[in-house]
């Protein structure tokens, strides 16, 4: 009987040792994995410095594969941003036309709030340039944005230029690529356009008045 006890409790002792190091966290290596980036992976910083990638195993270059586009880029703009000095691409971008010639009312009102979170706080929720940025001066921004409607420069700036501000920053704006799709910028310009539209149609009736003054002073 005591021989069956001493066997027991050998035999439990063994069973003991076993489950603590099944549950110890010592780390175990496998003797290969298959796809190790898939099995293990590696932390990416957004704004760390990725030059040196290659030389730690990473084959990743953050460009999409050539030939292809991601769904949010359905509308590929084949101009590119001009060398410091240069303006040849921004001239060029004056031929491209808006794929949004029109839009619907839904994708009006669309437009007008990507306008008004993205681009109103300078240029104005009228599109005159005077936003709560500069508000007449008072603002944070010294310097006047640029009067969408109302301004000859702006108005006849064709859409495809526009685009290209939009897409890569001119003068004192910044690029809103990282904001705005391709999609949503278009968008934006039509919706500009549109009031643009409306400014030149609204300006045709005070003329008469213009007429009445212009005939006094000849008196």
Not at 166 to 182: D, E, H, I, T, W
Request: charged share 20%; proline share 5%; aromatic share 8%.
């Amino acid at each position: 009987m005591n021989r069956i006890m001493k066997n027991t409790s050998i035999i439990a002792c063994l069973t003991a040792v076993v489950l603590l190091a099944a549950c110890s966290d010592v780390k175990r290596k496998p003797g290969s994995i298959y796809m190790p980036d898939m099995a293990y992976s590696r932390a990416y910083e957004s704004y760390a410095d990725h030059s040196n990638l290659a030389e730690k195993g990473i084959n990743y270059t953050s460009m999409p594969v050539a030939g292809t586009i991601s769904r949010e880029e359905d509308m590929p703009f084949h101009i590119a941003k001009d060398a410091a000095g240069d303006t040849t691409n921004y001239t060029a971008s004056k031929l491209v036309k808006n794929p949004y010639d029109s839009l619907s009312a839904k994708d009006m009102a669309e437009s007008e709030r990507l306008y008004l979170v993205n681009c109103g706080i300078c240029h104005g929720a009228n599109l005159k340039g005077n936003g709560p940025l500069y508000k007449d001066g008072d603002g944070p921004y010294a310097a006047k944005p640029a009067a969408l409607v109302g301004d000859a420069k702006y108005e006849a700036m064709p859409a495809g230029q526009m685009f290209y501000s939009v897409a890569y920053g001119k003068n004192l704006m910044g690029s809103y690529a990282s904001q705005l799709s391709r999609k949503q910028r278009w968008m934006i310009i039509a919706y500009i356009k549109s009031k643009q539209q409306e400014g030149k149609k609204a300006a045709p009736a005070s003329a008469p008045v213009a007429t009445v003054i212009a005939g006094i002073a000849a008196k």
